[in-house]
C-alpha cells in the first residue's frame, strides 16, 4: 500500500463481506420456501425475504465497488484522496441507511413503510428491485454524489490513465441511470421502459466499465504486463460492452408493450453481448500467461481468472441461452431466467469485488503483498466451494426452467403455474443443498482472513519465477 488514504477502502470491504453473508442467508431462507411454503410465515414472509436478497445484494457489491475506487484511484492516480474524511463519513452513512431499510422491510408492512418514509410526496416505491423507500433513495443520490466528488477531483488532479478514467465512467453511468428510479410514470409500458434503464444499463451497461477497469487493474499488479497492452484490450472490450449492452437493453423490450422493432434489435445485440465477456476471459488468460513476475498472492490471480470464465458462462452463455425473442417467448420469466441471474450475477460482479479484496486486503491489514500460505490455501478452498456450487446451482434451475417451460407454456397440455411448480420441486431441493455448500464456501473465504493471521506472508519461490 502505497498511500494513506486507501485505507479508507478497508471499511468498505468489510462492509460489503458482512452484507454478502446476510444476502446468502435470505437466499437459503427464500429456496425452501419454495419448496415449504410456510417456512417462517409470517414472519419473514416470501415477498420480504425477496426484497431483502436483491437489496443487499445491490448494497453489497456498491459497497464493494466504492472500496476498490478508494484502493486503487489513489495508487493510479499518484496522489491522496482528495477527502479521505469525506469518505468515511459517506461509509457510515451508506451503512447506517441500509440497515434501516433492511430492518424496515423486516418489521413494517410496506404499506405502511411507504407511508412513513414520503412515498405519497414523491412515489419511487414498488417495483422489482427498486423497492427502496424514496428517503433511502435520496440517500443513495447523495453517497453517489460524494463519492464521485471525491474519486472525480482526485483522478483529474493526479496521473490520468485508461483504468481510472473508464472507472469514472462506469461510475458516473451508475450514478446517472439511478436517477430513472425516481422517474414512476402511470403507464405501465412507460414505467417499465425506463426502469431497465436502471437495472439493465447498470449491470449490463456501466458496470461491466467498473468491471473491466478493476480487472486491468488487479491484472497489473499481478502479472507485470506492460500497461499499454492492458490498456489496448480494455478499450476494445469496453467498446464492444457498450455498443452491446446499450442497444441490448431491448432484449427487455419483447413483451412490455413496446413496438415490434424492438424483438429485432433485442435479439440481435443481445446475441452479441457474450463478445466483450469472451474477449475479458481470452484477455485474462493471455495476461497471466504473459506475465513477468509470479505474484505471491495466488487467490487474486485465481479469482481474477475466475471472474473472466464465469462472467462470460453466467452473462455470455446462459444470457444468450434465452436472450433471442423467438426463444425468450416460452423461456421469460421460467427459472431460466433465475439460473441466467445467479450465476451472471456471481461470475460478473459477486466475482470482482472479491478479487479486489482479496489483492488489497493484505495490504490494507499490514503485509507487503499477500497472507500467509495457510491462509491462501483456504481462501482458494472458499473460492471452489462457492464457484462449484453456483455451477450447480444455475444447472439445477435450468433444468428446472426448461422442464417449466414445456408443461407450462410449450406443451398441447399446458399445466396451471402451481402445478408445475410442485413437479420441478426435486431441482429446488438439489438448489436448496447447493446453496448450503454455498454459504459454506463463503464461511472458509471469511475464515481465510483468520487462519495464519500470525504466520509470515508466503512469497515466491524463485525456482519457479
Not at 209 to 222: C, E, Q, R, Y
Not at 315 to 335: C, E, R
Request: hydrophobic residues 55%; proline residues 4%.
Amino acid at each position: 500500500m502505497q498511500y494513506q488514504s486507501q485505507r479508507v477502502a478497508k471499511p468498505y470491504f468489510i462492509a460489503a463481506i458482512g452484507l454478502f453473508v446476510g444476502q446468502i442467508l435470505f437466499g437459503l431462507v427464500m429456496g425452501l420456501q419454495y419448496v415449504m411454503g410456510d417456512f417462517l410465515f409470517p414472519e419473514i414472509p416470501f415477498n420480504v425475504a425477496r426484497m431483502v436478497h436483491t437489496n443487499l445484494l445491490i448494497v453489497w457489491l456498491l459497497f464493494g465497488f466504492m472500496g476498490a475506487a478508494y484502493y486503487l484511484v489513489p495508487e493510479e492516480s499518484e496522489r491522496e484522496l482528495v477527502s479521505p474524511g469525506l469518505a468515511l463519513a459517506m461509509f457510515w452513512i451508506f451503512l447506517i441507511a441500509g440497515a434501516l431499510t433492511i430492518v424496515g422491510y423486516l418489521f413494517v408492512p410496506y404499506s405502511t413503510l411507504a407511508d412513513m418514509t414520503g412515498n405519497d410526496i414523491l412515489p419511487t416505491m414498488g417495483r422489482e428491485f427498486l423497492e427502496q423507500p424514496t428517503i433511502t433513495k435520496l440517500g443513495i443520490v447523495v453517497v453517489a454524489l460524494a463519492f464521485l466528488y471525491n474519486i472525480g477531483f482526485t483522478i483529474l488532479s493526479g496521473r490520468k490513465t485508461v483504468i481510472t478514467l473508464v472507472l469514472l465512467t462506469g461510475l458516473t453511468g451508475l450514478a446517472v441511470f439511478f436517477l430513472f428510479s425516481f422517474y414512476n410514470p402511470d403507464n405501465l409500458v412507460k414505467d417499465k421502459f425506463y426502469w431497465w434503464w436502471v437495472v439493465h444499463l447498470w449491470v449490463e451497461g456501466v458496470w461491466e466499465l467498473i468491471l473491466g477497469s478493476i480487472l486491468s487493474f488487479v491484472l497489473i499488479k499481478t502479472t507485470g504486463v506492460d500497461r499499454e497492452v492492458i490498456e489496448k484490450w480494455l478499450y476494445v472490450i469496453i467498446a464492444m460492452t457498450l455498443i452491446t449492452g446499450i442497444i441490448g437493453t431491448g432484449h427487455h423490450y419483447y413483451w412490455i408493450g413496446t413496438p415490434e422493432y424492438w424483438q429485432w434489435w433485442g435479439s440481435i445485440f443481445s446475441a452479441m453481448e457474450p463478445i466483450p465477456f469472451f474477449m475479458m476471459t481470452v484477455f485474462a488468460f493471455n495476461m497471466v500467461n504473459r506475465r513477468r513476475r509470479n505474484h505471491p498472492n495466488k487467490p487474486a490471480v485465481l479469482w481474477a481468472l475466475g471472474t473472466a470464465v464465469m462472467a462470460f458462462l453466467g452473462a455470455g452463455v446462459w444470457g444468450f441461452l434465452h436472450t433471442l425473442a423467438p426463444v425468450n417467448y416460452y423461456t421469460h420469466g421460467t427459472q431460466i431466467t433465475a439460473a441466467h441471474g445467479h450465476m451472471a450475477f456471481y461470475g460478473a460482479y459477486v466475482m470482482i469485488v472479491l478479487t479486489m479484496i482479496s489483492y488489497a486486503m493484505p495490504m490494507l491489514r499490514g503485509r507487503e503483498a499477500a497472507n500467509s500460505g495457510r491462509s491462501q490455501v483456504v481462501e482458494m478452498w472458499g473460492f471452489w466451494l462457492m464457484t462449484v456450487s453456483i455451477v450447480f446451482i444455475t444447472l439445477f434451475l435450468t433444468a428446472a426452467g426448461i422442464l417449466q417451460a414445456y408443461l407450462q407454456r410449450m406443451s398441447e397440455t399446458p399445466l396451471p403455474f402451481m402445478v408445475v411448480q410442485d413437479k420441478i420441486a426435486l431441482f429446488y431441493w438439489l438448489r436448496e443443498i447447493a446453496g448450503v455448500v454455498f454459504i459454506i464456501g463463503l464461511i472458509v473465504y471469511v475464515a481465510s482472513f483468520f487462519v495464519g493471521s500470525r504466520e509470515p506472508e508466503a512469497t515466491v519461490n524463485t525456482a519457479e519465477a
